[in-house]
């Protein structure tokens, strides 16, 4: 594939919130703002933008594109929005990274956003409308609902315990301590706090669970000409991966996201990656829900089926292990503003690559991370790999 | 980056704020109604459930069964016609014990949501709720357990996936 090199060259994003002040475009533009100034370019540097919001029900606002365009600096240039659920938030840099190595455009802004906090009494009321209207609604599910019964499964095909994935939230709380953009990080959280809190839809906990959150984030692409005039440090978007699963998720086997295997592979064959397990430095899967942690690793190449958790309690994925996994805290210690989430993880891998994530920063000089988002009903996986 | 930057923006609200007046907020209700076709395969899903019976549908070329029934198959995008019968037993593929509703209110006796993989299919499985599970269903449910549907009586099913009340283990 002769496709020109992409960078990312700079990077910004909001406190994560449970409800902000700012309204969705202010966000916007505070995310937008600071990821042009991290790389001192101007908008009119900007050839084209990419919007990554989730559901237009969070806000009220028909064409969620539109209502945050101008904090997007949007205006007299092309623009996309796109929206995959919680995968948006690494589906759009996928998005941003064909619009320059296509050769279309040489520069990029890639900005995700949520405010989450807008819709009442809970913005759980907006995911009501996943289920299908005949068969699954008039059942009464919410979507917490299809969380605990995926958990359930992969607890009970693998015959693991509440505290091996209990451990993902504590490591994450505990990372996120180190995030000043936090809302949930707690240095002292232990695996006890996790197992005492409150039973939601068991096996699901409360602190099992990321929170409601308000927040954006943006990143800069660049063409490698471009970028190398920007900065000394670019970061390379080596893959992208992006797959979608069946709607019928009852008729299928939820103990494995088989979607993440195929938007992963796409990613690797792209980055060159044969053995992910000894080229990927960090990984920062998608964390909505501890197990999750697990089940996306698995899915990712990283670990065996059913073997996540185990390396978990062996401490392979603290930030000083071999495979450090969510050093940024993820979104069960930093948040989860649904799209923003995703590409918050993105912009934790290359202020990582850099060296340039403080307390944060994971040892040894990693070269290539891994980045993964998921959404819907179960069903999309959307992968990035990045370099140095 | 964040080594070097010590400001981040965002303003972060808190109930006090609401509590002493100091936001100023604007509410609205939206207007929505729909009306669903329930579609060909669907409606004739739906026409079996009034006649106390669960329904799937067989693609030929992929040598599946699956429920629910659908118009044309997924996976080799031909049309699915043959309706088959089914049993209304199955297995339990996995369970939650759930004590919340959407809103996050709280509820004293909870709701048993499932997949079952329905009997006669190749694994396919429908969401249903459980019930007649005993007081203590975290400890005794256990995913691979046999179910079976509980109807309603003929006269007060009206077409829909509730004529079924829920399934019970047997």
Same mark, same amino acid.
């Given at each position: 594939m002769t496709m020109r090199r992409v960078a990312i060259v700079g990077a910004g994003m909001t406190k994560f919130v +449970?409800? $902000?002040?700012?309204t969705a475009p202010e966000l916007t533009w505070e995310a937008s703002k600071m990821a042009l100034d991290s790389c001192e370019l =101007?908008?009119?540097?900007? %050839?084209a933008v990419v919007m990554g919001s989730a559901p237009d029900a969070f806000d009220g606002a028909h064409m969620k594109g539109e209502y945050l365009s101008s904090g997007a600096g949007a205006f007299h240039k092309p623009y996309m929005r796109g929206y995959?659920?919680?995968?948006t938030g690494v589906f759009a840099p996928a998005q941003g990274w064909y619009h320059v190595a296509s050769g279309l455009f040489d520069t990029c802004l890639v900005v995700c956003e949520e405010k989450?906090?807008?819709?009442?009494?809970? /913005?759980?009321g907006a995911f009501?409308?996943?289920?299908?209207?005949?068969? %699954? +609604?008039p059942l009464g599910p919410n979507l917490l609902w299809i969380f605990a019964l995926e958990m359930n499964r992969y607890m009970s095909v693998h015959g693991l315990n509440k505290r091996d994935i209990a451990l993902v939230s504590v490591k994450n709380k505990r990372n996120a $301590?180190?995030?000043?953009?936090?809302?949930? #990080?707690? /240095?002292?959280?232990?695996v006890d706090d996790i197992l005492n809190s409150e039973i939601l839809a068991w096996p699901v906990q409360r602190l099992d669970v990321s929170p409601v959150t308000d927040g954006a984030v943006a990143v800069v692409l660049a063409a490698e000409h471009v970028a190398r005039r920007i900065t000394d440090k670019p970061v390379w978007i080596e893959g992208v991966g992006w797959a979608l699963d069946t709607a019928?998720?009852?008729? +299928?086997?939820? !103990? !494995? /996201?088989r979607y993440v295997e195929a938007a992963a592979r796409m990613a690797y064959k792209m980055a060159g990656i044969t053995e992910p397990r000894k080229q990927i430095n960090i990984a920062e899967p998608y964390d909505p829900f501890d197990y999750k942690e697990l089940h996306h690793l698995e899915g990712l190449l990283l670990?065996? +089926? #059913? =073997?996540a958790p185990e390396a978990t309690a062996l401490g392979i994925?603290?930030?000083?292990?071999?495979l450090p996994v969510c /050093?940024?805290?993820?979104l069960l210690g930093v948040g989860n503003p649904i799209a923003a989430a995703g590409l918050m993880k993105i912009a934790e891998l290359f202020w990582q690559l850099r060296g %340039? $994530?403080? =307390?944060r920063q994971v040892p040894g000089q990693p070269k290539r991370g891994v980045a993964q988002a998921w959404g819907d009903l179960m069903q999309v996986g959307t992968v990035v790999v990045m370099g140095v | 980056m964040t080594a070097k930057i010590t400001a981040f923006p965002g303003t972060g609200l808190h109930s006090q704020d609401f509590a002493e007046k100091r936001i100023l907020t604007t509410h609205w209700v939206p207007k929505a109604e729909y009306a669903w076709d329930a579609g060909v395969a669907i409606g004739r899903y739906l026409a079996e459930l009034k006649n106390g019976k669960l329904v799937g549908v067989r693609c030929h070329h992929c040598q599946r069964t699956v429920i629910?029934? &659908?118009? *044309?198959?997924?996976?080799? *995008?031909q049309p699915m016609d043959e309706f088959v019968e089914l049993p209304d037993t199955g297995t339990i593929n996995t369970f939650s014990v759930c004590f919340v509703k959407w809103d996050m209110t709280r509820i004293t006796e909870p709701l048993i949501p499932a997949v079952i993989e329905i009997d006669?299919?190749?694994h396919a499985g429908i969401l249903h709720l459980l019930g007649?599970?005993?007081?203590d269903p975290i400890k005794t449910?256990?995913?691979g357990m046999r179910v079976q549907a509980v109807w309603k009586p003929a006269e007060e &099913?009206?077409?829909?996936?509730?004529?079924?009340r829920y399934f019970k283990p047997v």
């Open positions: +449970r409800r $902000a002040q700012e =101007k908008l009119e540097q900007i %050839e995959v659920g919680g995968g989450m906090s807008s819709c009442q009494p809970h /913005p759980q009501l409308t996943i289920f299908d209207h005949t068969t %699954e +609604r $301590a180190d995030h000043p953009c936090s809302l949930l #990080g707690d /240095p002292n959280i232990t019928y998720w009852t008729n +299928r086997d939820l !103990y !494995y /996201p670990f065996d +089926r #059913g =073997k994925t603290q930030r000083n292990g071999d /050093p940024s805290g993820g %340039e $994530a403080g =307390k | 629910p029934p &659908r118009l *044309f198959c997924e996976e080799c *995008f006669g299919t190749n007649e599970v005993g007081p449910l256990k995913v &099913r009206e077409g829909a996936i509730t004529d079924i």
